[in-house]
T-cell receptor
Framework: DAKTTQPNSMESNEEEPVHLPCNHSTISGTDYIHWYRQLPSQGPEYVIHGLTSNVNNRMASLAIAEDRKSSTLILHRATLRDAAVYYCILRGLTDSWGKLQFGAGTQVVVTP | GAGVSQSPSNKVTEKGKDVELRCDPISGHTALYWYRQSLGQGLEFLIYFQGNSAPDKSGLPSDRFSAERTGGSVSTLTIQRTQQEDSAVYLC?????????????FGSGTRLTVV
């Protein structure tokens, strides 16, 4: 898998937006960018994924740089329930399709 | 069911005993994955099943670990002669396909404690 780089942690105030960066400078043209999050004592939860265009869903937005070497997960209004570890993962045709390779992720702390 | 179901949710076993962990994937999901997460650590891939294809066992840490998937649905992860370092949360996930543009759905995991 191509590697991703994320900050170890980020803090946000409740009801403010959170922008989580991810660098993936070695991404290939067929790699999808996936985001998962893991709340305390739970299994990871799918958040969003994209290839080239920006993506929106009910949980978040994904902004992908034009050169695809970086992306940003946007939580529009953070709530206390959004406190979790957020993982940015690349999945590509050159990888074993079975494996999501999880890195250390970004610990998001939301303060009231 | 609506989600991926794992049982038991907690298991305490004595060192040297065998344990079986069960995963019920989402109905219709052809891909099934096992991961484990040790305390404070990241997720470690163990094994992957896709339909009737031979499983990818490349992540199994030793020959004490094995897994099977019967009828393309339920999967069982077996750990023989458990050791204390096997203590972790074992997570199962399923996916409609193993294609790169499909997401996984994870269960809540089985917390295994070897004493």
């Amino acid at each position: 898998d191509a590697k991703t780089t994320q900050p170890n942690s980020m803090e946000s105030n409740e009801e403010e937006p959170v922008h989580l960066p991810c660098n993936h400078s070695t991404i290939s043209g067929t790699d999808y960018i996936h985001w998962y999050r893991q709340l305390p004592s739970q299994g990871p939860e799918y958040v969003i994924h994209g290839l080239t265009s920006n993506v929106n869903n009910r949980m978040a937005s994904l902004a992908i740089a034009e050169d695809r070497k970086s992306s940003t997960l946007i939580l529009h209004r953070a709530t206390l329930r959004d406190a979790a570890v957020y993982y940015c993962i690349l999945r590509g045709l050159t990888d074993s399709w079975g494996k999501l390779q999880f890195g250390a992720g970004t610990q998001v702390v939301v303060t009231p | 069911g609506a989600g991926v179901s794992q049982s038991p949710s907690n298991k305490v076993t004595e060192k040297g005993k065998d344990v079986e962990l069960r995963c019920d994937p989402i109905s219709g999901h052809t891909a099934l994955y096992w991961y484990r997460q040790s305390l404070g650590q990241g997720l470690e891939f163990l094994i992957y099943f896709q339909g009737n294809s031979a499983p990818d066992k490349s992540g199994l840490p030793s020959d004490r670990f094995s897994a099977e998937r019967t009828g393309g649905s339920v999967s069982t992860l077996t750990i023989q002669r458990t050791q204390q370092e096997d203590s972790a949360v074992y997570l199962c996930a399923s996916s409609l396909r193993s294609r790169t543009d499909y997401g996984y759905t994870f269960g809540s995991g089985t917390r295994l404690t070897v004493v």
